[in-house]
């Protein structure tokens, strides 16, 4: 699957052996940054890479999760994907979005739009009610992504996520509903 956002961003379905290599690459070199969030990057290396991104591949074939590869200008620069879907309580349907990015992608507006364009596609394509982007209360950029593609502080959780040392952070949940309305234009 191949989401067109604009001429220089593209969303793709991952091909584990030519991505793996590249991803952990960048993961490699921009480590010290993305393990403040991330609690995987440390123990990343190529071979672990393709492995996960073949998981992916299964998971999405079976839907349980859509992952994409985050392309600009044809280059990997991270990745953004649903990492899973469930059921609320009210019965609507929900997918929760995760995303990382290449430190030299930063301040380009890249996530902004990867997001906005995934939401549309949830939306539209998989019927979903709402969608919900968890994040660390520290990480600026993320809540920043979060706020600027329009969605709503929801709540927050005390030591919810859990740090590359351990440590747990509190979250922000970040909802945005159907019914919010869409900015971006993709082509699938």
């Known amino acids: 699957m191949e ?7 593209t969303l793709r379905t991952p091909e584990p052996k030519a991505d793996g290599p590249r991803l952990a690459a960048i993961i490699a070199k921009d480590r010290e940054t993305l393990k403040q969030w991330l609690p995987w990057v440390p ?4 071979s ?11 998971q999405a074939q079976q839907h349980r999760s859509l992952q994409l590869i985050i392309l600009w200008h044809d280059e990997p620069v991270g990745m953004i994907g649903f990492n899973r879907y469930d059921q609320l309580d009210s019965g609507q349907q929900n997918a929760e979005i995760g995303y990382w990015l290449a430190n030299r992608a930063v301040g380009h507006g890249i996530m ?3 997001v906005l364009a995934l939401c549309q596609y949830g939306f539209s394509n998989l019927q979903l009610d709402t969608i919900t982007i968890v994040v660390a209360v520290l990480n600026q950029r993320s809540n920043h992504v979060a706020q600027w593609a329009g969605f709503q502080l929801d709540h927050v959780v005390p030591k919810q996520i859990t740090r590359y040392d351990g440590s747990q952070v509190d979250a922000n949940y970040w909802r945005k509903w159907k019914a ?4 971006a234009s993709i082509q699938v």
Do not use: M
């Open 112 to 114: 902004h739009q990867a």
């Open 180 to 183: 919010d309305g869409q900015e």
């Open 3 to 9: 989401l067109i956002v604009n001429n220089e961003l």
């Open 48 to 58: 672990s890479e393709i492995a996960f991104l073949q998981d992916l591949v299964v």
């Open 43 to 46: 123990t990343t290396t190529k």
